[in-house]
């Protein structure tokens, strides 16, 4: 399985940009890169994924850099509500189907 | 009226009981996951099926069984409960015929369960 690593936790602001990031070292040419976002005795919610360079949707960017090592998650401008636990799944090819979370990135947005 | 239903959503039990957590699914699709999580931590994969004769057993699977009793229900049974069981239970399913083919998972609204 591809494993990932996330900063445990992040601060921002209210309309500020926020970044995550993900390393995903071990990635398999098959495999995708998810993002999903989870709020407090709530399932998950998918937000955006990827495979390389970058992807963006109504809510949020993803960009993968050439080696796929590494992906970052941009919020634009958040807000309160987007105070929740993101969590980055990398899938696919050996892993496939088998989708297993790591522990998340816990994103705090201050007023 | 929710996708992908679980129930109970709230159960206290004594340790030592069994204890069945249900999961119905109208998306359609072919596979369905049980998660649990448990406070400050992420999701840990106990089993996923991909259609109904097929069942795997994930990171955490000692302790638990499950059913696949049809294509859209995922039972998820704890034969002899234990402290250490008290989590928030997620299923969840994805499609394997979706495009990218690793799919989107789709989350019920969790179970807690509480093992006195």
């Known amino acids: 399985l591809a494993n990932t690593t996330q900063p445990i936790s992040m601060d921002s602001y209210e309309g500020q940009e926020v970044n995550i990031t993900c390393s995903h070292n071990?990635?398999?040419?098959?495999?995708?890169i998810t993002w999903y976002q989870q709020f407090p005795s709530q399932g998950p919610r998918f937000i955006i994924q990827?495979?390389?360079t970058k992807v963006t949707n109504e809510v949020a960017s993803l960009f993968i850099p050439a080696d796929r090592k590494s992906s970052t998650l941009s919020l634009p401008r958040v807000s309160l509500s987007d105070t929740a636990v993101y969590y980055c799944?990398?899938?696919?090819?050996?892993?496939?189907?088998?989708?297993?979370f790591g522990q998340g990135t816990i994103l705090t947005v201050h007023p | 009226d929710a996708d992908v239903t679980q129930t109970p959503r709230n159960r206290i039990t004594k340790t030592g009981k069994r204890i069945m957590l249900e999961c119905s699914q109208t998306?359609?699709?072919?596979?369905m996951y049980w998660y649990r999580q448990d406070p400050g931590l992420g999701l840990r994969l106990i089993y996923y099926?991909?259609?109904?004769?097929?069942?795997n057993k994930g990171e955490i699977s000692d302790g638990y069984s499950v059913s696949r009793q049809a294509q859209a229900k995922f039972s998820l049974s704890l034969e002899s409960a234990i402290p250490n069981q008290t989590a928030l239970y997620f299923c969840?399913?994805?499609?394997?015929?979706?495009?990218?083919?690793?799919?989107?998972?789709?989350f019920g609204e969790g179970s807690r369960l509480t093992v006195l």
């Open positions: 969840a399913t994805s499609d394997s015929t979706s495009n990218p083919p690793t799919g989107e998972l789709f």
């Open positions: 071990n990635i398999a040419t098959n495999d995708y």
């Open positions: 990827g495979y390389k």
């Open positions: 799944l990398v899938e696919g090819g050996t892993s496939y189907g088998k989708l297993t």
């Open positions: 998306k359609g699709h072919d596979r």
């Open positions: 099926s991909f259609d109904v004769k097929d069942i």
